[in-house]
């Protein structure tokens, strides 16, 4: 199996809290980041989402916190879509330390909203192949 789409992120002074690690919202941020380079490096823009008239849309979002992270740090973010039969699809990620250190675990619920009908698509598996130059970043 390939390796998950990865990006590089540096903690930021102020994304930390009074206790000096990154404030809990953040994680969101990053794994955010993370799927939307995802995207861009498959070929798919925000401008194409909306041109098709379909947006993601994230649904459930559950993270494990592993360890802390400083001001300071660097991490790598993962991403890999995993898909269903459904409307619905999961996105796993870890946030792992360059020294391997699993920082934080985060598994998401996304779906694709038709943006007119504003209901999920049947198929969003369908959207992403379609719109990619790349689909195999997306395990398609």
Known sequence: MAEPFAVPVTVRGYETDV????????YVNYAEHARWSLL??????????VAKGVGPVALETT?????ELLAGDEVEVTCAFDWGEGKTFRI???IRK????????ITAVGGLM????????????EYFRALASDPGLFGL
Do not use: F, M
């Open 19 to 26: 206790q000096g690690h990154v404030n809990q919202a953040v």
């Open 63 to 67: 993270i494990r916190y592993k360890r």
């Open 114 to 125: 038709d943006l007119r009908e504003r209901k999920l698509v049947g198929d969003p598996k």
């Open 98 to 105: 360059t020294d391997g250190t699993v920082a934080a675990e």
């Open 40 to 49: 861009q490096a498959a070929g798919i823009s925000q401008a194409g989402l």
């Open 92 to 94: 796993e990620q870890t």
